[in-house]
Nanobody, 124 residues
Framework: QVQLVESGGGLVQAGGSLRLSCAASGRAFSSYALAWFRQTPGKEREFVGAISWGGYTDYTDDVKGRFTISRDNDKNTTYLQMISLKPEDTAVYFC??????????????????WGQGVRVTVSS
């Protein structure tokens, strides 16, 4: 069992930066792929990017070059560094974990555990 808690959300102006954190409790953190999704009202949860248990990363095209996912297995934490933020990045951001997953898994139903979400608002 893994419990995930996101933090770091908030309000930022367009062009600004934020770093989200996702702290995990439970065992075998290093064995999980960790992903970030985002969701806006009335829309499906959207894959943002992921990092595999081996450290490989993948991103959706919209965020490539602006967002970076990393992990610190000693701290049981994954990070989503976001720069050059745009108003269309406004959403609730969720982290998710999949045991022995790959970084290319974009389907939410493939992930085993989810955080509660954190809101990011980018003003124009």
């Amino acid at each position: 069992q893994v419990q995930l808690v996101e933090s770091g959300g908030g309000l930022v102006q367009a062009g600004g930066s934020l770093r989200l954190s996702c702290a995990a409790s439970g065992r075998a953190f290093s064995s999980y792929a960790l992903a970030w999704f985002r969701q806006t009202p009335g829309k499906e949860r959207e894959f943002v990017g992921a990092i595999s248990w081996g450290g490989y990363t993948d991103y959706t095209d919209d965020v490539k070059g602006r967002f970076t996912i990393s992990r610190d297995n000693d701290k049981n934490t994954t990070y989503l560094q976001m720069i050059s933020l745009k108003p269309e990045d406004t959403a609730v951001y969720f982290c998710a974990a999949q045991l022995w997953g790959t970084s290319s898994e974009t389907r939410p139903d493939k992930y085993d555990y989810w955080g509660q979400g954190v809101r990011v608002t980018v003003s124009s």
